[in-house]
């Protein structure tokens, strides 16, 4: 809660497990080593969270493994340091996310698109890197994932993209999809500070991605995709509801006027 662990003292905080007992930072609460039946319970949790989402009528299963959550964890030399087989090697390392994205797949059926988020990089020498990245991609991809969404980051309070290497820069995530995409031939989603719809775009038209995600940029405007459609000049690709169309660059002027006032105002 406001980026700080609960209170050991408090009554809703909770034991947490990873894969080794290494706290987050100085002064955050140290997970317990998952033994064996850990291992099962959470690789059984995946799956009934999938089944849950399968009942609900989701279109798709999208597990995590990025931003230090628990299959991050694992893939992490950071966080994992264990001796058994689910430490110290990248094989080792990627047992455990394979084991349930196995069960994972299973469980939800061949016919269910099935994707898993990940952090193509730590940011923390000595930590998860893009090489190993891409032969975890490659044997997902053998246990039947339909796509990865590429993002980076959060194993570490210091893991940021260096500043000289361009920082949070736009689409500063992308390479590592396009990397991913080019070497293992999965289907890749892009993210991360893409926020202009001809940015979007020439993602996708150049193949450095098969599909891009935008999250703060619809916070912004949740709209978006309608005004990306005006600034393309693409036809209708999203349902307006009839309540709407009076707003539309159709029916309405003003649809316009802010483009034209932005370009006036660079002349
Ligand atoms: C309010 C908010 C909540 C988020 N929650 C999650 C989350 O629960 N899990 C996750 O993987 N990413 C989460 N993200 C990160 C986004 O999925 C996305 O990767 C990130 O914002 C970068 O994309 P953007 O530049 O388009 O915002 C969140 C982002 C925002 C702004």
């Known amino acids: 809660m406001g980026g ?25 609460p140290a997970p317990k080593a998952a033994d064996r039946s850990d ?28 931003h230090g959550y628990l299959l991050h964890e694992f893939l992490s030399p950071l966080a994992n340091q264990r001796t058994d087989e689910y430490g110290g090697s990248l094989e080792n390392r990627m047992r455990f996310p394979l084991e349930v994205l196995r069960a994972v797949r299973q469980a939800v059926g061949q016919d269910m698109p099935l994707g898993m988020r990940i952090s193509a990089t730590d940011w923390v020498d000595g930590g998860f890197n893009p090489d190993e ?81 935008l999250a703060r940029a619809f916070l912004d405007d949740p709209r978006w995709v309608w005004h990306a459609a005006d600034t393309l000049g693409a036809s209708a690709v999203a349902p307006c509801p009839p309540q709407y169309r009076r707003a539309r660059p159709e029916q309405w002027p003003g649809a316009g006027m802010r483009a034209l006032a932005d370009a006036a105002a660079r002349a």
Not at 40 to 63: I, S
Not at 147 to 166: D, H, K, R, T
Request: aromatic letters at 8%; a negative charge; one cysteine or more.
């Open 133 to 213: 990245a891409v032969r975890f991609v490659a044997a997902a991809k053998a246990e039947g994932v339909d796509y990865v969404c590429v993002s980076s980051g959060g194993m570490a309070p210091q893991g940021l993209p260096p500043v000289a290497s361009g920082g949070i820069a736009p689409g500063y995530q992308v390479p590592f999809a396009d990397r991913i995409r080019r070497e293992t031939g999965m289907t890749t989603r892009a993210v991360g500070l893409i926020v202009e719809p001809r940015q979007a775009e020439a993602i996708i038209a150049e193949g450095r991605a098969d599909f891009v995600a």
């Open 39 to 66: 291992l099962d319970r959470l690789r059984g949790a995946f799956v009934e969270a999938a089944q849950r989402a399968c009942r609900a009528g989701f279109d798709l299963v999208e597990v995590h493994g990025a």
């Open 4 to 28: 700080k662990p609960l209170a050991e003292t408090d009554p809703e905080a909770w034991q947490t497990v990873g894969p080794s007992a290494i706290p987050f930072a100085p002064g955050w």
